[in-house]
C-alpha cells in the first residue's frame, strides 16, 4: 500500500489501465475454446460422413447376378461359348455372337426363349433342315427352361393353367436343375410327369 501511495495520479492511471488489459485477457482467454478443442466436432463429422458413405455403397451380393454359359453355332457372325446372365435371353446370345448372317433362317429360333447353362443354340441357314429346337440338343425335346407359354401347352397333360405355374414356378425359384423338379409345381403330380418326362430336358 506505501508503494501505491507514493505513485503520483499519472502512475495510478497507468496502472489501472495495465490490471484492466490482463484482466480482459485473461476472461478472453479462458472463455475462449482452445484450439484442440475446435478439432473434435470436425474430425467426429468427418467420422460420420465417411461411415455414412460407407453405408450406401453396394455390396457384391447385392450386385451379383449368376451367369451361364450358352454354346452358339451356325449363321452367326462369332460362332462360341458365351457368358450370359441366367434371365437372359435367346436373342441376347445371339447379339453377343454378333448377330445373324444374311443366309440364316431366324424363324427356326424362339428368340424370347430363356437361356440356361450349357445350352447349344445352333443357327440354321435358310434351307437348311434344323439340327435344333428351342436351343436343345435333341430337336424332339422342349425345354422347360427356356419354352414360352404356347410351347409349354404342347406337352401332353399340360394345359394353359399349368404352363403358366411352370413360369412362374422359374421365375420364382430360378431355372430348373433337373427335370423331376418339375413334380415341385402344384398339379404337376407322378401320373401327369410320367407322362411328359420324354418330351422334355432343362437345356
Do not use: W
Request: proline share 5%.
Amino acid at each position: 500500500m506505501n508503494h501505491l501511495k507514493a505513485l503520483n495520479p499519472r502512475e495510478k492511471v497507468l496502472l489501472c489501465i495495465i490490471l484492466l488489459t490482463v484482466g480482459i485477457g485473461l476472461f478472453f482467454y479462458y472463455d475462449m475454446p482452445h484450439g484442440k478443442e475446435e478439432q473434435f466436432p470436425f474430425e467426429e463429422g468427418e467420422a460420420e460422413v465417411h461411415e455414412e458413405v460407407k453405408d450406401v455403397s453396394p455390396s457384391s451380393s447385392e450386385n451379383g447376378s449368376t451367369i451361364v454359359l450358352v454354346d452358339v453355332k451356325g449363321a452367326v457372325e462369332t460362332p462360341g461359348v458365351y457368358e450370359v446372365h441366367a434371365n437372359g435371353r435367346v436373342k441376347d446370345v445371339i447379339q453377343k455372337a454378333g448377330g445373324f448372317l444374311k443366309e440364316a433362317d431366324q424363324t427356326q429360333l424362339n428368340l424370347a426363349g430363356r437361356v440356361a447353362d450349357e445350352m447349344m443354340i445352333y443357327v440354321p441357314l435358310l434351307g437348311e433342315t434344323p439340327v435344333a429346337i428351342n436351343g436343345n440338343n435333341d430337336p424332339s425335346l422342349i425345354s422347360i427352361n427356356s419354352a414360352d407359354l404356347t410351347e409349354l401347352q404342347q406337352l401332353p397333360g399340360i394345359g394353359p393353367a399349368k404352363a403358366e405355374a411352370i413360369i412362374q414356378y422359374r421365375e420364382e425359384n430360378g431355372l430348373f436343375g433337373a427335370v423331376e423338379d418339375l413334380q415341385n409345381i402344384s398339379g404337376i403330380g407322378e401320373k401327369t410327369f410320367e407322362k411328359l418326362k420324354d418330351f422334355i430336358t432343362v437345356q
